[in-house]
């Protein structure tokens, strides 16, 4: 119902008004081109009278028939029985009307008389004229909604395709990007302080942390190649495989290291592209943690915020205030892969900036359009 109205509405637009216009009056007029050769011509009624009849007859065929057009409108809208009811019915009113009006018209402009007795000769052919403008009304109205439905159609398919073709690109590019950022995470840099770190527990005869050091390297490699070609998992399943690496790192800096997490609950079940926050996690490591004697403090959040996932990654900082320079420019190649797997998955309903942390260093702050998984 909405619908056929919603059409409706397009049909009497201005365009729709000048299309109404140009074929009522044209019709009209046509009807007194046929009056001419049918009636004048025919019965050798040349006189102006007759001539001017048939022309005021359009004219008041013009104003009678003008009001039907709203009338049409106002019962668009309700069902098929009603419509034709009224349709049927205004018809026959409306034609009575036209046919009293240029009877008396004719008698008034000619010296004719005595006419009324074939006032049903003269209602049968205004029921005629009279349905055949409902008819072509209705013709022209249903012609131009198959036409709005046809190209809504297509918009629609069109629409459906930019959507299948834009789904398409997504998944590639979060795979193309999973895979650049998996050598990121498997670079020489990140393997040469994982295996050192695990060289110096065994060099220091602790079999038990270098072994755990092993095992927790082996998980996140794990998780990483079997999520590298799914684009979306919960946050909580994320969180878990930040849990792997950061064990890793723990295992380097001991106690140099610390990590808080505040994950709200309903945050928890919404969807993230998956191996997210490592990159994040591993710059605030190289940036601040690294570079700080002390070690510092990383922390995880994220929250509900509105219709959006707001998720940030901050750190205490570095000693040296020109690294926390260099790190707030956002350059890298972990950032510039969370940047454009972000683009590629929600358009412009995601966000990634760098500001500064309450902690003393840097917060990645990412706000993503919420999605939740599957309970």
Not at 94 to 99: A, E, N, Y
Not at 254 to 280: C, G, M, N, W, Y
Request: charged share 20%; glycine share 6%.
């Amino acid at each position: 119902m909405q619908n056929r109205l919603l059409s409706l509405n397009v049909f009497e637009s201005e365009n729709g008004d000048r299309l109404f216009w140009f074929l009522h009056v044209s019709g009209w007029m046509a009807i007194s081109l046929v009056s001419y050769f049918s009636l004048n011509l025919w019965y050798n009624q040349p006189e102006m009278s007759y001539i001017a009849h048939n022309l005021l007859q359009s004219v008041l065929g013009i104003v009678i028939s003008w009001p039907l057009r709203h009338i049409f409108q106002a019962v668009w809208g309700n069902n098929n029985v009603s419509r034709i009811v009224v349709i049927i019915a205004a018809t026959l009113i409306f034609s009575f009307l036209w046919t009293a009006s240029r009877l008396s018209l004719f008698l008034l402009m000619t010296n004719e008389s005595g006419l009324w007795s074939d006032f049903g000769g003269w209602l049968f052919s205004s029921i005629f004229i009279f349905g055949c403008w409902t008819a072509f009304y209705h013709g022209v109205k249903y012609y131009r909604l198959l036409q709005q439905e046809s190209k809504n159609l297509q918009q629609l398919a069109s629409a459906q395709k930019e959507e299948i073709l834009r789904r398409t690109q997504a998944e590639s590019a979060a795979k193309e990007a999973q895979l650049k950022l998996l050598r990121y995470q498997l670079n020489p840099h990140f393997l040469f302080n994982t295996l050192n770190a695990i060289s110096s527990l065994v060099n220091s005869k602790e079999p038990r942390r270098a072994n755990d050091m092993i095992v927790q390297l082996s998980h996140f490699l794990r998780y990483s190649l079997d999520n590298g070609g799914v684009t979306e998992v919960p946050l909580s399943k994320e969180i878990e495989a930040v849990n792997l690496y950061l064990k890793i790192e723990q295992a380097r800096f001991e106690d140099r290291l610390k990590v808080i997490f505040d994950i709200s609950e309903e945050a928890k079940t919404s969807l993230v592209p998956s191996l997210l926050l490592q990159p994040l996690i591993e710059n605030a490591i190289k940036y601040a943690i690294a570079r700080s004697e002390a070690g510092g403090v990383i922390r995880v959040a994220a929250s509900i915020d509105g219709g959006n996932l707001a998720i940030s990654v901050a750190d205490s900082g570095a000693d040296d205030e020109a690294v926390t320079v260099v790190a707030s420019q956002g350059a890298g190649v972990g950032l510039t892969n969370i940047r454009q797997r972000l683009k590629t998955l929600y358009g412009d309903e995601s966000l990634l900036d760098i500001d500064s942390a309450d902690l003393g260093g840097l917060q990645a702050n990412l706000m993503l359009p919420l999605r939740l998984a599957a309970s």
